[in-house]
Structure formats: C-alpha cells, structure tokens
C-alpha cells in the first residue's frame, strides 16, 4: 500500500476549530492547530517542514487571529490566507456552509452536504 503524500496544509487557532474544518473537507489535508500562538522556533521549524506544500492559513477573524495571520505571513510569505466573514468572528462559530464556501473558494475539495 503506496503512502499518500499530502500536499494541502490548513493553518488554524483551535481544537474546535480543526474539528470543524476536518468534517467540511472531502480530501487529505494536514491541519495544524497552533492553539493561538507560536513561538519563533516553532515558527521556523514549522516553515521549513511547509515549504513544498500548498499552505492555507484559516483564523479567526479577531485581533488575536490577525496577530496570528501577520506572525504566520512573515515566515510564510507564500501561504494562502482564507478569511471568514467578519460578523462570524470565529472559525468555530462561522456557520458549515459558509466555512464550505471560503474553502471551496481556495480549491480545496469540500463534502458536497455542505453546500447550499
């Protein structure tokens, strides 16, 4: 059995938050929880580690996610960055359907269920 090599990487703040993104997606993806914070060498070696890959970059849309967004943006300059609706704030409390849409948005395969 051939291992799969996943190419797709989303960047998000929460457990909750990578839950909810697991269950939307319909393809292999990495998703990275940084519970909010990273450290500079955690940084870099997280970098160095995404540095062939498709990289997405989903947090909230709240101060604490834009410092994450711009620490993120540094490192990664190539990164993608996805965005919720402001009114939602939060990636675990933005609703299926719109999480769908921003995702499906940057090309990333979403179970069709969620589209509406």
């Known amino acids: 059995m051939a291992l799969i090599e996943i190419e797709k990487v ?8 990578k839950k909810k993104v697991e269950k939307i997606i319909n393809e292999p993806a990495e998703i990275i929880c940084t519970n909010g914070t990273l450290s500079l060498s955690k940084l870099d070696e997280l970098a160095e580690s995404l540095f062939f890959k498709d990289v997405y970059i989903l947090v909230d849309a709240d101060e604490a996610g834009e410092k994450l967004r711009k620490q993120i943006k540094r490192e990664l300059p190539e990164a993608n960055h996805l965005y919720i609706d402001k009114m939602y704030r939060q990636v675990a409390s933005a609703p299926e359907q719109h999480i769908a849409a921003v995702l499906l948005r940057a090309n990333i395969d979403v179970h069709a269920r969620y589209l509406s």
Request: proline share 0%; charged share 40%; hydrophobic share 40%.
């Open 10 to 17: 989303i960047i998000v703040e929460g457990k909750s938050d």
